[in-house]
């Protein structure tokens, strides 16, 4: 008998936890600068452009 009277009362504390994490400020994550997400797009494409390295000339072993 005693969860029947308590049990509303440890019901409404947990909704309003819960509303209140649903209904943050600011929600927790990781956000990246977008100048950030810009320079490395940009250094992936300069490695993408780039030329590729000289190989040594070939030797004719005979």
Do not use: N, W
């Amino acid at each position: 008998m005693a969860t029947e009277l308590t049990a509303p009362v440890q019901t409404a504390a947990l909704a309003a936890e819960v509303e209140g994490l649903l209904d943050s400020a600011e929600p927790e994550g990781i956000y990246r600068d977008t100048r950030e997400c810009h320079g490395g797009l940009f250094l992936a494409g300069l490695l993408l452009i780039s030329p590729p390295t000289p190989r040594a000339p070939k030797t004719d072993a005979r």
